[in-house]
């Protein structure tokens, strides 16, 4: 189980930046885990509330972003709780912007399905 976890999120699991647990490191850093928890209430949201904007997808994912890059390039070091906090608004993130996009694809499918019924009907009526 935790190489599936290290494997899909591509992990890196530095030890001071995994949580641990009675002396056993998590499976995955504190922002994958965020990440994680992040899917998991962006998927409750969803299921009980409307779908928000899009932007209010990309707005919630920015926190990991400026934190993440901040970090890569040694701008600051962020300790595990904000890595937690960002990682979990931005797998809320991940999940609405999953979402549109299905969405959007659907609503393209359909689109062109009525134009290819449009067009045929030119040709073959």
Do not use: E
């Not at 647990?21 to 949201?45: D, E, L, N, S």
């Amino acid at each position: 189980m935790k190489q599936h976890f290290q494997y899909l999120f591509f992990c890196h699991r530095i030890p001071s930046r995994s949580f641990f647990y009675k002396g056993v490191q998590f499976p995955i850093c504190a922002r994958c885990t965020g990440i994680c928890v992040g899917y998991i209430i962006g998927i409750f949201i969803v299921g009980f509330y409307s779908l928000p904007p899009f932007v209010y997808a990309l707005i919630l994912t920015i926190p990991m972003i400026i934190d993440g890059t901040g970090q890569l390039f040694r701008k600051w070091i962020s300790n595990n709780l904000r890595r937690l906090l960002t990682g979990i608004l931005g797998g809320i993130g991940i999940v609405y912007i999953f979402i549109h996009g299905v969405l959007l694809f659907w609503d393209l499918t359909i689109y062109f399905y009525n134009i290819g019924k449009y067009i045929g009907s030119l040709f073959f009526s």
